[in-house]
């Protein structure tokens, strides 16, 4: 695949380009005879729509290892979550009010627990070690006899750090609580099986492995505990617990991304890896450079850099045409510095000069030359115009 060459796309981590498999897919459902009909009619057209969507579930199922009936479809990581959070809590409030998550997760998690705080829930609210993990210790200490639910990322948006779900998981199976992992940056890149993993819930979105935006799904495990109420009302699809009418071609592309995805996570999987080694030897020499997370617990499809005595947006525009990102994609309009990094035990200075780099299949080693280049001549140019006073300020404060 060829993207335009007005700009070096390394933001993977905000949406992957579509693989073209993928846009075909969608195109055949599109067109004149294609898969375009309520997958909910009864009728012939119908029920081809209906077959397509229960092929693309099985796809998805395939690359988690879970069985079909355990996914719904919604719009995306951020519906899954709320769908998840508010509805496993509210349909469990009768047997406590105490729920639990990390400050490091995404906005679409803290922020629903947060609307669960103002509706009378009790949040603990654990941090992290300097690396960006989750001290099982720390969980344990938090979990009472009333709390439900847990609410931990797999891979961290903006650092790449990998919690270890699967312990995670276990503390929370002991303890008879429900366990939510949103797995937006993992699925489809690194390997998932739900048949061995004690997880009770978790997210996915297509558009983070190569295929369309706008629609992604919701595991639910196969167990008794896990039970959620619905958000939305209306028709009986997805188990009742999201209605609406499906969109066919976007969840005909989530399929094939999920199908490609599957064959080729282990190749994907080397070639980011190639990639990070890469451009973090092109820049972990400039002056005052800071590599946030854990290298030795993250993805590879994630790099983010501090670099001391620099300001974040003007590094941004020195960049162009380089596609990256200052933190999350949801945040990046915000203006101001990474709430995930200070939670590192970062400083502020530190935090606004995060720059993350995220690649994958599509990427190339000359994106990442190109980016080495772009970022090394930025920083110095910003050095070199920078006031004096500034620049002696952020080193004595280092």
């Not at 846009?23 to 077959?51: E, I, K, T």
């Not at 109420?229 to 499906?246: V, W």
């Not at 080729?264 to 972990?284: F, M, T, Y």
């Amino acid at each position: 695949m060829t993207l335009r060459k007005e700009f070096i796309y390394l933001d993977d981590a905000a949406t992957t380009p579509v693989d073209p498999a993928v846009a075909d897919a969608m195109q055949r459902c599109l067109r004149g005879g294609g898969a375009f009909a309520n997958p909910a009619s009864m009728h012939v057209a119908g029920r081809a729509s209906h077959a397509l969507v229960e092929r693309s579930r099985a796809q998805v199922a395939g690359l988690l290892n879970t069985a079909p009936r355990n996914l719904i479809f919604t719009s995306g990581a951020t519906e899954s979550d709320n769908l998840a959070i508010t509805g496993a809590a509210q349909f469990r409030a009768h047997r406590g009010r105490h729920l639990v998550s990390m400050r490091t997760e995404h906005k679409a998690v803290t922020d629903c627990f947060a609307s669960l705080e103002r509706e009378g829930f009790q949040v603990t609210w654990l941090k992290p070690d300097r690396d960006g993990l989750l001290p099982i210790a720390d969980l344990e200490a938090a979990i009472r006899p009333d709390t439900q639910l847990v609410s931990i990322m797999h891979v961290n948006n903006e650092t790449g750090v990998i919690q270890d779900i699967h312990q995670i998981g276990e503390c929370c199976r002991r303890h008879g609580v429900l366990f939510h992992c949103d797995a937006a940056q993992s699925a489809g890149k690194l390997p998932i099986d739900l048949s061995r993993l004690p997880v009770d819930l978790m997210s996915l979105t297509a558009h983070k492995f190569y295929g369309p935006q706008g629609i992604g799904a919701l595991y639910l495990a196969d167990r008794p505990e896990c039970h959620i109420r619905p958000l939305l009302h209306g028709g009986g699809q997805e188990r009742r617990l999201r209605p609406g009418t499906l969109a066919v071609h976007q969840v005909a592309g989530f399929g094939v991304a999920a199908a490609i995805a599957t064959e080729r996570q282990a190749n994907d999987l080397a070639h980011v890896e190639r990639l990070n080694a890469r451009l973090w030897k092109g820049i972990r020499d400039v002056h005052g450079i800071t590599r946030n997370g854990d290298p030795g617990h993250a993805f590879p499809g994630i790099l983010n850099v501090s670099v001391d005595g620099i300001d974040g947006e003007s590094l941004m525009l020195a960049l162009e045409p380089l596609c990256v990102a200052t933190g999350s994609a949801c945040n990046s309009q915000s203006g101001e510095s990474s709430y995930v990094l200070r939670a590192l035990g970062l400083p502020d200075r530190l935090a606004q000069s995060a720059i993350r780099f995220s690649f994958g299949r599509f990427a190339s080693e000359s994106d990442v030359d190109a980016a080495i280049e772009l970022y090394t001549a930025g920083v110095s140019h910003l050095r070199n115009i920078m006031p004096k006073t500034t620049a002696s300020t952020a080193l004595r404060e280092r």
